[in-house]
């Protein structure tokens, strides 16, 4: 059964940086599109970005257009998440999942396997 692992999350301080990962064992992530979700406390989840299966599109939610990135690794089955300079209201959980679909999309609905998520608190 595919399950997908995130790690990184942490404190940071405004206008700091983080990296989250995202990897799966025993599943090799390159035959699909990954996005990155969060949910912030007391609201829904909010779709960040994606990436598409073949590394080559991207997409990004305009709240964090210009400061996000996010890269895979195809011989690390890894997907990177690359935040730069956080904000108070980026604090949340973030979690991956993987797309039904090869493009990227930032659309929940095209995503079905997700993982437990991990936790970004920007605060000083």
């Known amino acids: 059964q595919l399950q997908l692992v995130e790690s990184g999350g942490g404190l940071v301080q405004p206008g700091g940086s983080v990296t989250l990962s995202c990897t799966t064992h025993?599943?090799?992530?390159?035959?699909?599109?990954i996005g990155w979700f969060r949910r912030a406390p007391g609201k829904g989840r909010e779709a960040v970005s994606s990436?598409?299966?073949?590394?080559?599109?991207?997409k990004y939610a305009d709240s964090v257009k210009d400061r996000f990135t996010i890269s895979r690794d195809f011989f690390a089955n890894t997907v990177y998440l690359q935040l730069n300079d956080l904000k108070p209201e980026d604090t949340g959980t973030y979690y991956c999942?993987?797309?039904?679909?090869?493009?990227?999309?930032?659309?929940?609905?095209?995503?079905?396997?997700w993982g437990q998520g991990t936790q970004v608190t920007v605060s000083s």
């Open positions: 999942a993987v797309s039904s679909v090869t493009r990227a999309s930032i659309d929940s609905s095209d995503f079905g396997v």
């Open positions: 025993g599943f090799n992530l390159r035959y699909y599109a």
């Open positions: 990436i598409s299966q073949d590394g080559g599109s991207t």
